[in-house]
Nanobody, 136 residues
């Protein structure tokens, strides 16, 4: 029904930048959550960047970030291209992980309000992941 496919991962030196993309097939309707999570070896999956979007009563986009990436990572979307992005700057060794995009529909017509969709339990669609490796 819905498919998510990440791309853009790779190897980069500390301090460098990468932009991840998540191509999304299917229409998530008039309100949804989309986010990026990551999982490093031996660690639990953690949320990195979160986006909530809705078009009632007016188009609204809310974003939020894990404290560890605030000011360095930016989540965005291109609705015309059905693509979610994660721009990562000033990467540190701790950023080495598999990065996953995730998405979840919300009820059509839902008022987004201050919702930021940070809980992983919200998400029922996940991509296969893309590896990001940061070296010194």
């Amino acid at each position: 029904q819905f498919q998510l496919a990440e791309s853009g991962g790779g190897s980069v030196q500390a301090g460098g930048s990468l932009r991840l993309s998540c191509a999304i097939s299917g229409n998530f309707g008039s309100s949804y959550c989309m986010s990026w999570f990551r999982q490093a070896p031996g660690n639990e999956r953690e949320g990195v960047a979160f986006l909530a979007w809705g078009d009632w009563p007016t188009e609204t986009t809310n974003t939020d970030y894990a404290d560890s990436v605030k000011g360095r990572f930016t989540i965005s979307q291109d609705r015309a291209k059905n693509t979610l992005y994660l721009q990562m700057q000033d990467l540190t060794l701790e950023a080495t992980a598999i990065y996953y995009c995730a998405a979840s529909r919300l009820p059509d017509g839902l008022w987004i309000g201050g919702r930021t969709c940070t809980s992983s339990s919200l998400y029922n669609y996940w991509g296969q992941g893309t590896q990001v490796t940061v070296s010194s």
